[in-house]
Each structure stands twice: as structure tokens, then as C-alpha cells.
């Protein structure tokens, strides 16, 4: 079976189950054990593009291969502002030609063919947004995974910012807010049980006249 046939007929869904099936039953006949996830990771990104056939009244080029997450996200732009969105199909990419349409050049030049990919980038002025694992690994920065995630990162700085910040720039309601201090109930108890205890008879009186007459 073709996979690019596949595709056309069936869908992404059931292409990747194909590859992943396809792949697994190589491994299977070897003896070796692997899981599916692997797999579909990379079927995943082989699956990632798509070949634009009406741009609507999106941004996105005729002919161009872009990304699914982004086409999704013009679509979803278009369609805000009452326009018609666009429309194309899923392609299948190879291994190979998936790494090198990635966003980023620093991961696609990693890869394969990095004069070519540095060339291109340098012509075309593009700039790296490092919103990948493997590009931030390369230049040594923190992975954007983890306690690496942008709003992890985002809620510990406003944390410590609120921390640091001086009593004089806090708003007015917080700089005269109360103290919140416990109810006048929980005072009057406590009296209450000192009481308590002052009216307890334990028996003094009698130990202490024993003792007298012995």
C-alpha cells in the first residue's frame, strides 16, 4: 500500500496508524519490543504539513506547505473577522524533508544539509524563536519543557515580583489593608477554660490535712 495514496483515501489518522504498524512489524520480526509512542512521534512530524489549495482570505500562500497548527490557527483569524478560511490538504513528508521544514533553522541545520540551511536563513533574515526542545539545547539554553515552560516561568517571576516589590508602589487598598486576627469567640474561650480549671476541686484541701495530722 502507498502511503501517499493512503492518505488520500483515508485520512492522517489512519496513514499513521499504518506507518506505526508497518514499522513495528520490522521490529516485531527481530525480537525487539518497542512502543507505539516512539513511533508516532516521528509519524507525527511526517504529518505535520499541509499543502495550501485555496488561501481564502488568510495570509497563507497558494502551493505553500504549512504547518497544521499554524494553518489552523489563520483559519481560525480568517473566520473571526468574517472572512473564508483556507483550505488544503494533509501531505506526507520523508524523514528527512520533515527535519528540514521545520520552523526553526538551528534544529533544521542540525540535521542535514547545513551550509545550504544556514545559507537560506541568512539570505532571508529569518530569526529563531527557540520554541523547540532541540534548538534550545543547542545554544545551551533551559528546554521549554518541565519547570522550563514559559508559564511556569511567567507565574515564578510575578511571584517574586510581588515579593520584592515595596510597600510604597503596592495599591492603596493593599497597603491599609487589615490584619486579619483571630475572633474575640476564640479569646473569650480560652477565659472561659482558665475558669474551668481555677473551680476544679482536685482533692488539695484533703491531701493537705492528712498531712497534718500525721
Do not use: C, W
Amino acid at each position: 500500500v502507498n502511503p501517499h495514496d493512503l492518505l488520500h483515501l483515508k485520512g492522517p489518522n489512519d496513514t499513521l496508524r499504518y506507518i506505526v504498524d508497518q514499522v513495528q512489524d520490522v521490529y516485531r520480526s527481530q525480537g525487539v519490543d518497542i512502543n507505539d509512542k516512539h513511533i508516532e512521534v516521528i509519524s507525527r512530524q511526517m504529518l505535520r504539513k499541509v499543502s495550501v489549495t485555496d488561501p481564502g482570505d488568510t495570509d497563507v500562500l497558494p502551493g505553500a506547505l504549512v504547518d497544521r497548527f499554524e494553518f489552523a490557527k489563520a483559519n481560525e483569524a480568517a473566520v473571526a473577522l468574517g472572512g473564508e478560511p483556507a483550505s488544503g490538504v494533509p501531505v506526507l513528508l520523508g524523514i528527512t524533508k520533515a527535519s528540514l521544514a521545520t520552523e526553526s533553522f538551528l534544529s533544521a541545520a542540525s540535521f542535514q544539509e547545513t551550509t545550504r540551511v544556514l545559507t537560506d536563513a541568512a539570505i532571508a533574515g529569518k530569526e529563531d524563536e527557540l520554541l523547540g526542545l532541540k534548538e534550545n539545547v543547542i545554544i545551551g539554553k533551559l528546554i521549554p519543557a518541565g519547570t522550563g515552560l514559559a508559564t511556569r516561568k511567567e507565574i515564578a517571576a510575578k511571584k517574586a515580583a510581588r515579593l520584592l516589590t515595596p510597600l510604597e508602589e503596592l495599591p492603596a487598598e493593599m497597603q491599609h489593608a487589615p490584619i486579619d486576627l483571630p475572633p474575640d469567640d476564640s479569646l473569650d474561650e480560652s477565659d472561659e477554660d482558665d475558669e474551668v480549671v481555677d473551680d476544679l476541686d482536685l482533692g488539695d484541701d484533703e491531701l493537705n490535712e492528712e498531712e497534718d495530722e500525721e
